[in-house]
C-alpha cells in the first residue's frame, strides 16, 4: 500500500516538465528509521529502490549549496557527497550506480552511516572552535600565566590552582580571539593569510561563534574567581575586554595598536602572579614587562612580512607609512635593547639566582643581533630572521627564568589546632602568670623596714644601718 502511494507521489513531481534536466533523477527519501528500505519505481523514469543511508546522502547534497554545515542535516562532508539517480546514462554507468546503490541502500548499513555523520558532525564543529580559538596563540597565553603563576608561588606550588589558572586563562582566551575574528569577519575575508577561517569561509555562522565566545569568557572568568580569586578574574576579564573591544577596532584606526595589543599580551603572567599570591607587587611586573618588550619587534617583523595582506585587509600598522623600513626596524632595535636590564633586574630583586641574568643577557643579544641585521638591511629576509629569533627567544627566557627562580621568603604563620581542654589550660597558665606579676610589682613598691646588722653605740667604727629587700 505504501508502496502505490509512493509511486503516486513521484508521479507528481515536477519532473515531467520539457525542461528538466535529463541528467537527475528525482529521489523520494523519508526521515524515519523505521521503514524499511524505500522504493521509487516508474518505468519511464527508471526509479531504483534507495536506502535511507543513500537518501540522507542525497539530502545533504541538495541542501549543501546553502548551508552544507547547518544542524539536523546529517552532514556532510564535501569531499563524500553521493550523487544519486540518473535516468539517462549509458547501460554500463547504470549497472554500476546500481550496484553503488545497493550497497549504500541495505538497512544493516543505517547505524554506521548514522554514526560516521555524527563523528563528522562533531569533527567538523571540532575544527571551527579550534581554529577560532586560535588554539596555538592561546596556548602561548596560558604559557605566560602558568610561568607567573609559578613565579608567585612559594617553595610550595598549588598545582591544582595551577591547572584551574591555565584552563580559565585558556577560556577567556578563546573567547577574545574569537571575538576578534567576529568583528573582523569581512578583512579577513580579504585577506590570503586568513581568509580560510571559519567565519569568511562560512563553515560555521556568526551567532554561533558568538555563543561560543560568550559561554568560553563567561566560564573561564567564573573558574577563576571560584578556585583562585577576584584579582585575577577582575584581570581576565580587563584583558577580553581590552582585545576585544579596543585593541580589535584599533587595528583599522591607528597604528599605536601594536602597543597596544602589547599591553595585553603583557597582562597573562601578572594574572598568574596575581591567582598564586593574591597580590600585585614590584617583583611581578618584571615577566609582563619582558612579554610587553617582546612583542614590539616581533609583531613588527610580522607587519613587515605580511604587509601586502594588512593593506588589503583594510588594517593601519606602522610598516605602510614606513616605505624604506628604516622606522620599523629602529623601533624593533630598541624594544630588544630594553630587554636587557631585565636579568640583572631579575637577580637584584631576588626572583631568579645570578645565572639568569647572565642566561637572559645572551638570548637578549642574539635577537638584538638579529635585530640589528634588519636595521642594516632592511628585506623580508632579515625580516624573517628576526621574527624567528623572537619565536625563540620567549621560551628560553621563560625557562631560563622558571630554572633560576628563587621562591618567595615570606614568613607564613602556622596554624596548630589543639582541644578545648588545652586551650583552658593556656589560658589559666596566663591568667595565673598575670596574677603572679601584679603581686611582685605591688611588694616591690611596698616599704622595707631597716635592719640594722649592729648598733651604733656603744660601737661607733661599725657600719650605719642598711636596708634589705626581701622577696617573695
Known amino acids: 500500500m505504501w508502496r502505490n502511494a509512493v509511486t503516486r507521489s513521484l508521479n507528481l513531481l515536477p519532473s515531467r516538465s520539457a525542461n528538466r534536466n535529463p541528467n ?36 545533504s547534497e541538495i541542501h549543501s549549496a546553502e548551508d552544507p554545515w547547518k544542524p539536523g542535516l546529517g552532514k556532510l562532508s564535501i569531499e563524500r557527497r553521493a550523487f544519486i539517480g540518473s535516468a539517462a546514462v549509458a547501460a554500463d554507468s547504470s549497472a554500476e550506480s546500481a550496484v553503488v546503490l545497493g550497497s549504500l541502500g541495505s538497512t544493516a548499513a543505517f547505524p554506521s552511516q548514522k554514526a560516521r555523520g555524527i563523528f563528522e558532525v562533531l569533527n567538523h564543529y571540532g575544527r571551527c572552535y579550534w581554529e577560532l580559538s586560535k588554539a596555538r596563540l592561546s596556548m602561548l597565553v596560558v604559557a605566560t600565566s602558568g610561568a607567573g603563576y609559578v613565579l608567585g608561588s612559594g617553595h610550595i606550588i598549588d598545582f591544582a590552582g595551577l591547572c584551574c589558572t591555565c ?21 579577513d575575508a580579504k585577506m590570503k593569510r586568513t581568509r580560510q577561517r571559519p567565519l569568511p569561509s562560512g563553515r560555521i555562522t556568526v551567532p554561533h561563534a558568538v555563543m561560543w565566545a ?44 601594536t602597543w597596544v595589543g602589547a599591553v595585553v599580551g603583557a597582562i597573562p ?13 614590584l617583583n611581578a611586573l618584571l615577566l609582563p614587562a619582558a612579554l610587553y618588550f617582546w612583542q614590539i ?22 610598516s605602510f607609512a614606513d616605505v624604506s623600513g628604516w622606522r620599523t626596524s629602529w623601533v624593533s632595535l630598541r624594544n630588544c635593547l630594553y630587554l636587557l636590564p631585565l636579568g640583572f633586574l631579575a637577580y637584584d630583586w631576588g626572583i631568579t639566582s645570578k645565572w639568569f641574568a647572565l642566561e637572559s643577557s645572551l638570548i637578549t643579544l642574539f635577537m638584538a643581533a638579529a635585530a640589528l641585521l634588519f636595521v642594516r638591511e632592511r628585506t623580508a629576509k632579515t625580516a624573517r630572521r628576526m621574527f624567528h629569533a623572537s619565536l625563540l627567544y620567549l621560551p628560553v627566557f621563560m625557562s631560563a627564568m622558571l630554572l633560576h627562580r628563587l621562591p ?29 606579676r601584679n603581686i611582685q610589682a605591688t611588694y616591690s613598691r611596698a616599704t622595707r623596714p631597716p635592719v640594722a646588722y649592729a648598733s651604733a653605740a656603744p660601737f661607733p667604727f661599725l657600719p650605719a644601718p642598711i636596708y634589705v629587700s626581701t622577696s617573695l
Open 408 to 436: 618567595k621568603t615570606e614568613d607564613e604563620s602556622l596554624i596548630v589546632q589543639s582541644s578545648p581542654a588545652e586551650e583552658l589550660l593556656i589560658y589559666e597558665n596566663e591568667e595565673f602568670m598575670k596574677g603572679d
Open 24 to 59: 537527475l533523477t528525482p529521489v523520494s527519501c523519508f526521515a524515519h528509521s523505521s521503514i524499511a528500505p524505500f522504493l521509487a519505481s516508474s518505468s519511464s523514469f527508471g526509479y531504483r529502490s534507495v536506502g535511507l543511508g543513500s537518501c540522507l546522502l542525497q539530502f
Open 269 to 281: 603572567p601578572l594574572l598568574g602572579w596575581a591567582a598564586a599570591s593574591g597580590e600585585v607587587s
Open 297 to 318: 619587534p616581533h609583531f613588527m617583523a610580522l607587519a613587515y612580512l605580511c604587509r601586502n595582506d594588512y593593506v588589503a585587509g583594510g588594517f593601519q600598522m606602522l
Open 167 to 187: 584552563a580559565g586563562t585558556m577560556m577567556v582566551a578563546a573567547s577574545a580571539n574569537t571575538l576578534n575574528q567576529v568583528f573582523e569577519v569581512q578583512n
Open 214 to 257: 560568550s559561554s568560553m569568557g563567561f566560564a573561564g572568568a567564573t573558574l577563576l574567581a571560584w578556585k583562585a580569586n577576584y584579582l585575577a578574574a577582575g584581570l581576565a576579564a580587563s584583558n577580553l575586554f581590552l582585545y576585544a573591544f579596543l585593541y580589535t577596532p584599533l587595528k583599522q584606526i591607528h597604528p599605536v595598536n
